[in-house]
């Protein structure tokens, strides 16, 4: 099984929708380095292969059929599966390449370029991305197995761990994270840990390490160290932890301070004299020896030890010396005690008793000597033996604590052991006299003199009895103590000696290891791994995991053989495992293996034996982990990986593999069907082949400039089939390269566009006819977006109104054409036709360019693209001659009537209860009736109006007798003889002595300009219609070009390895790939010019545009980039990101030694904020400033400032360069101030 690293090859998964394509970018990722790739036609195929192959990394076009690649990613990121991604797509793809790093992709390459580059970079990326996800591998491996807890910490909450964490701290990673680092910590230690973390974050100096106490899942207190080191997490500053238990080295060093303790007060308060002697003098004497002898330490560790020596007794300490000195060198102790006089200072003699153990002084061995004054002793010594001679070998002999004591308790004697045990501020002489009692708790002081009356009564001893006994300090012991009688030559109870042992050190030695075993079993117990020891090949321990993994309750398995429940087809190999593991040979760490459940299943697991000892005899301890999942789908990998190498043939693309010499290495199954050859007609043949004779001199230098770049993107070519037929193709190329770099093969892949050139060049006939139409048109013709800013006209509206094209361009807003008293209501109107809410048509006084002004009527309706409204579109009628007309009938009454008869237009007269009193000639004749069948009569009853709007009309005709101004309403009414009409009524008010007393009727019939309206609004829709079929043609065609241009690159850079570098073709093969270069910058301007203006303009943040337009380059070639606009808005729209990418493109192709470009704001005003764009390269020449927005001016195709300008002006921004040559360039973006959000 090959590991999913494996360093000989890399498995790459190429998805895209072009045959060509994929069969040269193949062979150009395989010419020369360890790539093996795997052609993906579809996002299914895709995810087919995926499910049967192991994969490193997967490339990815975008735009493909049923479903992108933005839906791969999504799919394999919602799967959980982090394989490496690479959006490698199509210029003109930013929101998408910002849509796939948001979904976790990798990188985003551009296919569009020289081609050389772009496989290069793609090389570069998948090698990245690959080592990056090894090494993520790695280094997870890593912390998931550390025996110490990573924690990450951010903004004083923790937002990593890993599974040694629950081990310290027994709380679950979901328990952790989110939550503050003080909610684990003890309350004794949250302000020094919390003043460290803050000083750590800040940069200050702080200590290496840090000690303190957490609080576990389980209520226990846990010490801990600390290893912090600053990281960058997210964007901001975080401290990782490298945290280790040291809760034993704490309770260690506790104990050793504790022993260090009693070893100083011991020292400093014993009854003997301590000395250490090394190189035949002493280096430390405590104060007892200073007291003994009568010198003080400095004199004592200066003299000779035989200074202090009797002269009578000189000869035998000398010879004691000579013993002790053999003892130390051999390492022996001689476990005798001496004794002999000494002289002190004042000339006293003292008889000492010395007692010595070899010890290590300042890393050399030494001699510890212990000097007992035994002098009173001495002298007690003679009266026992004159008088007790019986009792003398006992005192001298037993090792335990020895105490004589009469029948009140007095003690009479005792030995040095006694002394020690209680720890007496003096010798055993220093005892006689005093109560035994006071070296009894208080509560078995009546059980003593229970013991004592007793004993003293019967002259039996006791056994023995466990009492608490103090030192003379208070300190209670346990002791074991058991007491003779002492009898007269009568026989009669004289005294009693009592003997003792001290067992406070044996009683801690059993808690210790009871603890011990508790803690050991909790700790299998609760294990996740598995635990069992076999002995003699019989399993005799199992924890609760070996019984959850096999199903098997543990009294089924202890007793048994370990083998039963290993699978058959592993038994042997596990056996000689075991015996040899018992022998003590060397065998691998790890073993795994297969077992059975009680169910019958399998399981594998993964063992690490060590040998111990269970009850005296050699076991095997075993550690198991359950690797099943791993197993399966190391499986599942394998097969996999089989299934991969199937997809190549099947890519839907043109896509081949050329060598640098200009041969075919490989070819796939589309191409050869489409070309019409088999596979030995090509491999091994000049590239050329491919092409028609036109073409292959553009071939050729597309191939020199694969060679020369390693790259070939969106070239279009001409191919010929084997039976003549020609197709336009889109090449695209790229290489692959060994590890020195040096061009192993290009993989070139061929897009048809052949479809697309035909459908181009109808999408411009339609263009044509639609903009023929709008002109013939006999009224004013106009579109508008959102915000009111006219997007269309026709060259009437401009004849009227007086404005230019440009003045168009740079914005005309609706509000323009109006007079100011009828802005607003035109801003009413126009927000409601955008809600769809119904709107009559409106008369309003229009305002020409230079100021005239006419009475016009607005007729409109809402522009709806995928049901959403993006503007209006309507007709302008100028009604200056009914206007005049109107004026003129208001001069005289006379003439108003002479004007009313002789009217076109139909005038009623109605008094205040709505009948008609007058009616006009034009009023009968378009409907039919006669005066007589109209005067007299209620206006809903005449006959006109259909029966449901006579409520309407009725609340109408109130509402204006109450003094309510209306404006014309259109009215649909019908003639005497049925036919259906529309009319535009106007109603004004009769008044006589400023009271009203009836309503005079203006009528217009409008039917025919409705149903002209309506075979307006029909040819709009029609056209809205083509014109968003056109949009998405032209998309289509356009991603159908580059893949082609892109194929006709890759084979390009395939043919220019085969070519000298002195061939007469190159300079054919230069223009080839300068016209796919020009091709691709075309359909760059097509796309970002088609979408200008098309999206509703909104507060857009300058950073975050900036930004992601910083992150579609993938080399920034060490510029540094300075942002400076957070928390900036402007209205724009999605553009603007455009906008930034190509000026950051100009400063990199052409500012030439550029090392900084910055972005930021310059003189807000109360009216005007200027965005500034700058960088430090060579800068543009004073004569070339005003020309570089001019369309195709520029060293590129002349489109790129071009672009930006028109983007400017539908933004209702202005630039301009004002930079120094030879200084650098600098764009100075003006945008009102109303415009722009500052936080």
């Not at 007790?388 to 020895?402: A, D, K, Y």
């Not at 890519?651 to 041969?663: Q, V």
């Not at 001409?718 to 290009?746: C, F, M, Q």
């Amino acid at each position: 099984m090959s590991d999913i690293f494996d360093d000989k090859y890399i498995r790459i998964l190429l998805v895209d929708d072009d045959e060509d394509f994929l069969k040269t970018a193949k062979e150009i990722l395989e010419m020369k380095n360890n790539f093996e790739v795997t052609n993906a036609f579809s996002v299914n195929s895709a995810l087919k292969k995926l499910k049967e192959v192991s994969f490193d990394v997967v490339v990815s076009d975008y735009e493909m059929p049923e479903k992108t690649g933005i839906d791969l990613l999504s799919k394999l990121r919602s799967q959980g599966s982090g394989l490496p991604f690479i959006l490698f797509t199509g210029k003109g793809r930013e929101e998408v390449a910002i849509r796939a790093l948001n979904l976790g992709a990798d990188r985003y390459v551009n296919k569009i370029g020289d081609t050389k580059t772009v496989y290069g970079e793609l090389i570069h990326g998948i090698l990245q991305v690959v080592e990056k996800k090894k090494t993520e591998t790695n280094y997870r491996a890593f912390i998931e197995n550390t025996n110490e807890a990573i924690v990450v910490v951010l903004d004083a909450k923790i937002v990593y761990v890993n599974s040694m964490s629950k081990e310290i701290s027994g709380f679950d990673s979901n328990e952790l994270l989110g939550k503050s680092i003080l909610d684990f910590i003890d309350p004794a230690d949250h302000e020094r840990v919390m003043k460290r973390y803050l000083s750590k974050v800040k940069g200050e100096e702080v200590p290496r390490l840090i000690q303190f106490r957490i609080l576990t899942k389980k209520g226990k207190i846990k010490w801990v160290e600390t290893n912090a080191v600053l990281m960058t997490w997210e964007g901001k500053v975080g401290v990782l932890n490298f945290i280790t238990d040291i809760t034993e080295r704490k309770i260690a060093e506790e104990k050793l301070k504790e022993s260090e303790q009693r070893y100083k007060i011991f020292v400093d308060n014993s009854d003997q004299a301590i000395m250490v002697y090394q190189d035949y003098s002493y280096k430390f004497a405590n104060k007892r020896a200073e007291t003994l002898l009568g010198y003080t330490n400095k004199e004592l560790v200066s003299k000779n030890p035989l200074s202090f020596i009797h002269p009578d007794d000189m000869e035998q300490v000398k010879v004691i010396a000579e013993k002790l000195e053999e003892a130390r060198q051999t390492g022996k102790d001689l476990g005798e005690t001496f004794s002999f006089r000494i002289v002190t200072k004042n000339g006293e003699v003292k008889w000492i008793e010395l007692k010595s153990t070899n010890t290590i002084w300042n890393g050399k061995s030494a001699g510890l000597s212990f000097f007992t004054d035994i002098t009173r002793y001495k002298e007690s010594e003679s009266i026992l033996k004159a008088n007790e001679s019986r009792f003398r070998i006992l005192f001298e002999s037993t090792p335990s604590s020895s105490v004589l004591f009469d029948s009140k308790g007095n003690i009479l004697l005792c030995n040095l052991e006694f002394t020690k045990m209680h720890k007496t501020k003096g010798g055993p002489e220093n005892q006689i006299g005093r109560n035994i009692s006071e070296f009894f708790s208080k509560e078995d002081i009546p059980i003593l003199e229970s013991i004592i009356a007793t004993s003293m009564k019967t002259g039996k001893s006791t056994g023995k009895i466990k009492f608490t006994l103090l030192r003379d300090d208070g300190t209670p012991f346990v002791a074991e103590t058991f007491s003779s009688v002492i009898k007269d030559d009568d026989g009669n109870p004289i005294g009693i000696i009592g003997q003792a042992i001290d067992i406070t050190k044996s009683l801690e030695l059993q808690e210790a290891l009871r603890t011990s075993e508790a803690n050991y079993r909790t700790l299998a117990e609760n294990t996740t791994q598995i635990i069992v020891v076999v002995l003699d090949g019989k399993l005799v321990y199992v924890n609760p995991r070996a019984e959850e993994l096999s199903g098997f309750d543990s009294k089924d398995l202890i007793g048994t053989s370990f083998l039963d429940f290993v699978h058959p087809d592993d038994r042997e190999r596990v056996m000689e495992r075991h015996l040899k593991r018992l022998k003590g040979e060397r065998i691998p760490h790890l073993a795994q293996f297969k077992i059975l459940t009680r169910t019958g299943g399998v399981k594998w697991i993964e063992t690490n034996a060590v040998p111990i000892k269970w009850g005296h005899k050699n076991a095997i301890l075993n550690f198991a982990s359950d690797i099943t999942e791993r197993k399966i789908t190391e499986e599942q990998l394998k097969e996999s990986q089989e299934r991969f190498r199937k997809f190549f043939e099947n890519a839907p693309d043109y896509m081949y593999m050329i060598s640098p010499d200009g041969k075919i290495l490989d070819i796939n199954k589309s191409a050869l069907q489409r070309l019409g050859y088999n596979k030995d007609e090509m491999v091994g043949k000049s590239f050329l082949k491919i092409y028609t004779l036109p073409s292959q001199s553009e071939a050729k230098r597309l191939f020199r400039t694969w060679k020369k770049t390693g790259r070939i993107k969106d070239q279009v070519l001409e191919i010929s089939t084997k039976s003549g037929d020609t197709r336009t193709i889109l090449l695209s190329a790229d290489s692959v390269k060994d590890p020195n770099g040096d061009l192993l093969y290009s993989t070139s892949v061929h897009k048809d566009i052949t479809d697309y050139v035909k459908a181009q060049d109808k999408l411009e006939r339609s263009e044509k006819r639609f903009r023929e139409i709008s002109e013939l048109l006999p009224a004013i013709i106009f579109e508008t977006d959102l915000n009111g800013s006219f997007t269309f006209v026709n060259n009437i509206a401009y004849d009227k109104f007086g404005y230019s094209e440009d003045d168009l361009k740079k914005g005309v807003n609706i509000t323009q054409m109006v007079i100011p008293s009828d802005q607003k209501r035109a801003i009413n109107n126009f927000t409601k036709v955008l809600k769809r809410d119904t709107v009559m048509p409106n008369e309003y006084t229009a305002v020409a360019k230079d100021g005239s002004t006419f009475p016009a009527m607005i007729y409109s309706s809402p522009i709806i693209i995928d049901d959403k409204p993006i503007g209006i579109r309507g007709v302008v009628v100028d009604i200056t001659k009914r206007k005049e007309i109107e004026i003129d009938c208001e001069n005289s009454k006379e003439d108003l009537m002479r004007i009313i008869d002789q009217s076109p237009n139909g005038i009623i007269f109605f008094n205040i209860e709505g009948i008609c009193t007058e009616i006009n000639p034009a009023a009968l004749a378009v409907s039919g009736f006669k005066k007589e069948e109209v005067i007299g009569k209620h206006f809903s009853e005449i006959g006109v109006l259909y029966t449901r709007g006579i409520p309407r009309y009725t609340d109408l005709y109130t509402s204006i007798l109450n003094g309510k101004e209306l404006g014309p309403i259109e009215v649909e009414w019908k003639t005497k003889s049925g036919d259906h009409h529309f009319a535009e009524v106007r109603f004004g008010l009769i008044k006589k002595e400023d009271k009203p007393v009836g309503i005079q009727v203006l009528t217009v019939d409008i039917t025919k300009r409705q149903r002209a309206i309506k075979s307006m609004e029909d040819m709009m829709v029609s056209l809205s219609r083509a014109n968003e079929k056109l949009s998405v043609v032209g998309k289509l065609i356009r991603h159908d070009i580059r893949n082609k241009l892109t194929t006709a690159k890759n084979n390009f850079y395939l043919l220019n390895q085969k070519i000298s570098p002195n061939s007469k073709l190159l300079k054919y093969m230069r223009g080839i790939e300068l016209a796919c270069y020009q091709i691709e910058r075309i359909l760059d301007f097509s796309r970002v010019y088609e979408k200008i203006g098309s999206e509703k303009l909104a507060f857009t943040n300058v950073d975050k545009s900036f930004k992601e337009a910083i992150g579609l380059f993938s080399d920034l070639g060490g510029v540094e980039i300075l942002c400076e606009v957070e928390d900036v808005w402007v209205v724009a729209d999605s553009l603007l990101r455009h906008l930034f990418y190509n000026l950051i493109d100009n400063s990199l192709k052409y500012g030439e030694n550029i090392s900084c470009i910055r972005l930021f704001l310059e003189q807000i005003k109360a009216d005007k904020v200027h965005l500034v764009y700058e960088d430090n390269g060579i800068g543009i020449p004073e004569s070339e400033k005003q020309k570089i927005f001019v369309e195709g001016y520029g060293k590129g195709t002349g489109y790129g400032l071009y672009l930006i300008k028109k983007m400017c002006e539908v933004y209702n921004w202005t630039i301009k360069e004002n930079g120094n040559y030879g200084v650098g360039s600098r764009f100075i973006i003006t945008i009102n101030r109303n415009k722009v959000k500052l936080n």
